[in-house]
């Protein structure tokens, strides 16, 4: 009896194991279907069908978001806007796992950007005036640009009014405060110009 099960659980498993390689592009596609209509759910805007989603996303708030041909999403990436604030995506623009985009004013990624893990772009501050509790005295605002073939790299701040300029590199781990020029390699906290790119 014991060897009937054993054979029976083998054989069990060598169809499950045919049945999830043969279903498994099915699934894929599924899912990333899935992500699209409930991300499209939550939005003013319209999705593009070439959207892509590696997993589940956040999307906090107004929903105000307006996305270019070809974006792709990692897992856990946050979209939030407040009030009027927007978040415009160009084409071809890939914003990696665990990054977050918040925007109370207006943040703005040009075509073929790169966002790497774990990256925050926040366009507005809380005020910190003494005298009264942080969490009750707003925000204060300024719109980020960052514009087409930038790439951000992965665990970097970008800060209120700050614009990328075109081609530049923001490296890993930056706080960037301050705008920076096109083609240029940035560094640091906070995060200052190292060199142009070759």
Not at 121 to 142: C, K, V, W
Not at 152 to 172: D, F, N, P, T
Request: hydrophobic fraction near 45%.
């Amino acid at each position: 009896m014991k060897k009937i099960v054993l054979k029976l659980v083998k054989l069990l498993s060598l169809v499950l194991s045919v049945f999830f390689r043969i279903t498994a592009p099915f699934s894929k596609l599924f899912k990333r279907l899935w992500y699209l209509a409930k991300a499209q759910s939550q939005v003013k805007f319209s999705i593009p069908v070439s959207t892509q989603f590696d997993g589940a996303i956040q999307i906090i708030g107004t929903g105000r978001i307006t996305w270019g041909e070809h974006c792709r999403f990692g897992k856990g990436v946050v979209l939030e806007t407040q009030g009027d604030g927007l978040i415009e995506l160009g084409d071809h623009v890939r914003i990696n796992q665990g990054s977050v985009l918040v925007a109370h004013s207006k943040v703005t990624l040009g075509d073929d950007c790169l966002v790497g893990e774990y990256c925050s772009i926040r366009d507005a501050n809380h005020s910190i005036n003494a005298g009264e509790l942080i969490r009750t005295q707003g925000h204060s605002m300024g719109t980020i640009v960052i514009e087409d073939d930038c790439w951000i790299a992965r665990g970097s701040v970008v800060l209120k009014g700050v614009v990328l300029h075109e081609g530049c590199v923001v490296g890993a781990n930056s706080v960037v405060t301050k705008s920076v020029l096109s083609n240029t390699v940035a560094v640091g906290v906070p995060c200052k110009a190292v060199r142009l790119r070759e």
